[in-house]
């Protein structure tokens, strides 16, 4: 299924997603030189060692190296997410780390489930003990690692954690969660199904959740950083729908837009950054006019803009096309409809967005305002390029890195796609263009764009009360005790007890 490359334990999957973050960590760096300007140590040692742990996960041989640096980037990623000097980013450094650690939680049980049925964490081993005989306890082995993966790609319901987390975190880094540590929950779900041979056909329900209620929550985000992440969520929804598809259509799809979201997304926030940088400010309403000011970063948020859009002729109309496709082959007609949607929403929001940072009249006190560094400039650029690069040369992407991950999944079968360039492609991104255009114009005049978040929609709360309930919990059985070292001790053994009995359940 995933061919082999000499260089072993690296093959196909571990070749596109491991140069993919060799490829854009440079970029980071480059971009971090000069916008982080205090606090170097506390920002540039947990940098380098996030960087280990997001090509250690990638070029991992066996689930158990998975883990180990999966848990080094949430480590990791958190210090750089909280900054001691700000108490506000330390809530949202606290909700990312439980979260996260809770998905890593689910993750390490499902491994050492799949070990005891094995006795091997290796990918390769596991899988030719597949073609021996069934492994046991595979239902609640494939749940619990899902849902771990879920939770740490960001997907609905499992996304509260992103839309606090890239705020907090200095742009670089926010840009670095959303282009590459989400994806690694992606490439999780991915490297699971290869090597077990099983498909989720959940996802496509979860997917097609993700894309609209993530297109839903940010148009009516202020805060840009906050509106860059819930579409985070939304392009997340359109990964999984296509994996969740299978096939050579869908998983063609869905690892082509995984990589091309990691470069439009990342543009995106290292232009925001800019804007960040030069302005101070993150609010939309205190923002406008910059497009004489930045005219670069205004082009280059243009070409992310259109990309993420599914606007030819960048990249993320090319794998949005094919992931189409594939929609139309499973002849459902709700979820092409969410697809057209999603893309109008996508288009109405980044319109929004461009009108009010780089249109319009300066917000007082922006008079100084000059162009971002070219320090800052130069893996924008590179960025902005590979969006054009990739859509324009779409056949090379797919044949060079694509194909060999798909193996009998039909590699042919995604070549031979409709054709991108068509009269009926053309046709569809007028009408998202036009359906965007409407939803913006709708949506400003009935006042729906920017404000509040309806409670209905807000997952939060599900897992405040959840927290509340756990520690009322904690606090009667913390009422129980008596202080005595007899009554501490019979809790021991009793939690013990508990837990010898599950696993001897589970095993």
């Given at each position: 299924?995933?061919?082999?490359?000499?260089?072993?334990?690296?093959?196909?999957?571990?070749?596109?997603?491991?140069?993919?973050?060799?490829?854009?960590?440079?970029?980071?760096?480059?971009?971090s030189?000069?916008?982080?300007?205090?606090?170097h140590?506390?920002y540039?040692?947990?940098?380098?060692?996030?960087?280990?742990?997001?090509?250690g996960?990638?070029?991992?041989?066996d689930?158990?190296?998975?883990?180990?640096?999966?848990?080094?980037?949430?480590?990791?990623?958190?210090?750089?997410?909280?900054?001691?000097?700000?108490?506000?980013?330390?809530?949202?450094?606290?909700?990312?780390?439980?979260?996260?650690?809770?998905?890593?939680?689910?993750?390490?049980?499902?491994?050492?489930?799949?070990?005891?049925?094995?006795?091997?964490?290796?990918?390769?081993?596991?899988?030719?003990?597949?073609?021996?005989?069934?492994?046991?306890?595979?239902?609640?082995?494939?749940?619990?690692?899902?849902?771990?993966?879920?939770?740490?790609?960001?997907?609905?319901?499992?996304?509260?954690?992103?839309?606090?987390?890239?705020?907090?975190?200095?742009?670089?880094?926010?840009a670095?969660?959303?282009?590459?540590?989400?994806?690694?929950?992606v490439?999780?779900?991915?490297?699971?199904?290869?090597?077990?041979?099983?498909?989720?056909?959940?996802?496509?329900?979860?997917?097609?959740?993700?894309?609209?209620?993530?297109?839903?929550?940010?148009?009516?985000?202020?805060?840009?950083?906050?509106?860059?992440?819930?579409?985070?969520?939304?392009?997340?929804?359109?990964?999984l729908?296509?994996?969740?598809?299978?096939?050579?259509?869908?998983?063609?799809?869905?690892?082509?837009?995984?990589?091309?979201?990691?470069?439009?997304?990342?543009?995106?926030?290292?232009?925001?950054?800019?804007?960040?940088?030069?302005?101070?400010?993150?609010q939309?309403?205190?923002?406008?006019?910059?497009?004489?000011?930045?005219?670069?970063?205004?082009?280059?948020?243009?070409?992310?803009?259109?990309s993420?859009?599914?606007?030819?002729?960048?990249?993320?109309?090319?794998?949005?096309?094919?992931?189409?496709?594939?929609?139309?082959t499973?002849?459902?007609?709700?979820?092409?409809?969410?697809?057209?949607?999603?893309?109008?929403?996508?288009f109405?929001?980044?319109?929004?967005?461009?009108?009010?940072?780089?249109?319009?009249?300066?917000?007082?006190?922006?008079?100084?305002?000059?162009?971002?560094?070219v320090?800052?400039?130069?893996?924008?650029?590179l960025?902005?390029?590979?969006?054009?690069?990739?859509?324009?040369?779409?056949?090379?992407?797919?044949?060079?890195?694509?194909?060999?991950?798909?193996?009998?999944?039909?590699?042919?079968?995604?070549?031979s796609?409709?054709?991108?360039?068509?009269?009926?492609?053309?046709?569809?991104t007028l009408?998202?263009?036009g359906?965007?255009?409407?939803?913006?114009?709708?949506?400003?005049?009935?006042?729906?764009?920017?404000?509040?978040?309806?409670?209905?929609?807000?997952?939060?709360?599900?897992?405040v009360?959840?927290?509340?309930?756990?520690?009322?919990?904690g606090?009667?059985?913390?009422?129980?005790?008596?202080?005595?070292?007899?009554?501490?001790?019979?809790?021991?053994?009793?939690?013990?007890?508990?837990?010898?009995?599950?696993?001897?359940?589970?095993?």
């Amino acid at each position: 299924m995933i061919s082999q490359f000499q260089f072993f334990p690296v093959d196909s999957l571990s070749f596109i997603m491991g140069s993919l973050a060799l490829l854009l960590l440079p970029l980071i760096l480059i971009y971090s030189v000069k916008y982080i300007r205090t606090h170097h140590i506390h920002y540039f040692i947990p940098f380098f060692i996030l960087a280990l742990g997001i090509i250690g996960v990638f070029f991992s041989k066996d689930f158990l190296g998975f883990f180990v640096f999966l848990e080094l980037v949430t480590l990791s990623s958190y210090f750089l997410i909280i900054q001691p000097w700000m108490e506000d980013t330390l809530a949202a450094g606290f909700k990312y780390l439980i979260m996260n650690l809770i998905g890593g939680v689910l993750i390490l049980f499902s491994v050492l489930i799949l070990y005891s049925q094995t006795g091997s964490f290796d990918f390769i081993e596991i899988s030719k003990l597949l073609s021996v005989g069934a492994i046991g306890k595979l239902p609640l082995i494939s749940i619990a690692f899902l849902l771990g993966c879920l939770i740490k790609c960001g997907a609905i319901p499992f996304h509260t954690w992103l839309p606090d987390a890239h705020p907090a975190a200095p742009s670089p880094i926010s840009a670095l969660l959303s282009g590459l540590v989400i994806n690694i929950g992606v490439y999780g779900i991915l490297r699971f199904m290869f090597t077990l041979k099983i498909f989720f056909p959940v996802l496509v329900w979860i997917g097609v959740g993700s894309m609209l209620f993530g297109v839903i929550l940010a148009l009516r985000q202020t805060n840009i950083k906050r509106l860059l992440a819930y579409s985070s969520i939304s392009q997340m929804g359109y990964i999984l729908l296509g994996i969740g598809i299978g096939g050579g259509l869908g998983l063609g799809g869905g690892i082509f837009h995984a990589i091309n979201h990691a470069v439009f997304k990342m543009l995106l926030f290292l232009c925001a950054g800019a804007v960040i940088y030069v302005t101070g400010e993150r609010q939309l309403k205190h923002l406008g006019g910059l497009m004489t000011r930045m005219p670069v970063t205004a082009a280059f948020f243009i070409i992310g803009a259109l990309s993420i859009s599914g606007i030819p002729p960048f990249n993320g109309f090319v794998s949005k096309s094919i992931i189409s496709a594939a929609v139309v082959t499973g002849r459902e007609p709700m979820i092409k409809i969410a697809m057209i949607l999603t893309a109008a929403g996508t288009f109405a929001l980044f319109f929004k967005m461009f009108k009010q940072i780089f249109l319009g009249d300066l917000s007082a006190g922006k008079w100084n305002v000059k162009e971002a560094p070219v320090i800052m400039l130069f893996p924008m650029f590179l960025l902005a390029s590979a969006c054009l690069g990739m859509g324009v040369m779409w056949r090379r992407v797919l044949v060079v890195f694509i194909y060999p991950v798909l193996g009998q999944y039909g590699a042919n079968t995604v070549l031979s796609v409709h054709k991108i360039w068509s009269l009926e492609s053309l046709l569809h991104t007028l009408i998202v263009i036009g359906l965007g255009l409407v939803i913006y114009g709708v949506g400003m005049r009935m006042g729906w764009l920017g404000s509040a978040v309806p409670w209905i929609f807000s997952v939060d709360r599900i897992y405040v009360s959840i927290g509340r309930l756990i520690v009322m919990l904690g606090n009667i059985i913390r009422d129980l005790q008596f202080r005595s070292l007899n009554f501490h001790l019979l809790w021991v053994f009793l939690m013990l007890l508990l837990f010898y009995f599950l696993f001897r359940f589970i095993a």
